[in-house]
């Protein structure tokens, strides 16, 4: 036997019938799922358009807004009056309305503060000065 032509026999491959989809399966799209971690395609997002029209309540304030903002809020009557009128008005720039209500919440913080230390200093003087001790006979 001649080792050079010498092939072995493999048996016969049988061949299964293959088995046609419909074609509305073959047109459908593979799944997001991918073996092995690989990342998946995301698809295509446009990105966030703004309205066309600008609506004035949202916009940001500048520097010299809030400045100006700052300078009425120190005129003892023009103050009470602009922050009732900017606050009651649906108009007003929504960082205006956060700022002036941030700055009522700030004053009432600092008056509490300061009437707690204006009584314990008084009550402390009362005290100190004997008119309590004598009050009570002590």
């Given amino acids: 036997m001649n080792e050079q032509n010498y092939q072995p026999q493999q048996p016969p491959v ?7 989809q419909p074609v509305q399966q073959q047109q459908q799209p593979q799944q997001q799922y991918q073996p092995y971690g690989q990342p998946v395609q995301q698809p295509y997002a446009p990105q966030y358009q703004q309205p066309a029209y600008a609506d004035p309540t949202t916009e ?8 100006g903002v700052f300078f009425i809020s120190m005129i003892p009557v023009v103050n ?4 009732i009128v ?3 008005s649906s108009n007003t720039n929504k960082n205006k309305k956060n700022y002036i209500i941030a700055s ?8 509490v503060i300061y009437g ?3 009584f314990l ?18």
């Fill in 104 to 111: 009522i919440i700030f004053s009432l913080i600092i008056g």
């Fill in 86 to 88: 900017w606050l009651a």
């Fill in 60 to 67: 940001v304030m500048s520097i010299g807004s809030y400045l």
């Fill in 116 to 118: 707690l230390l204006v």
């Fill in 80 to 83: 009470l009056i602009c922050i």
């Fill in 14 to 20: 049988q061949q299964q019938p293959v088995q046609q």
């Fill in 121 to 138: 200093l008084i009550t402390l003087g009362v005290v100190s000065s004997g008119e309590l001790a004598h009050f009570f006979n002590i």
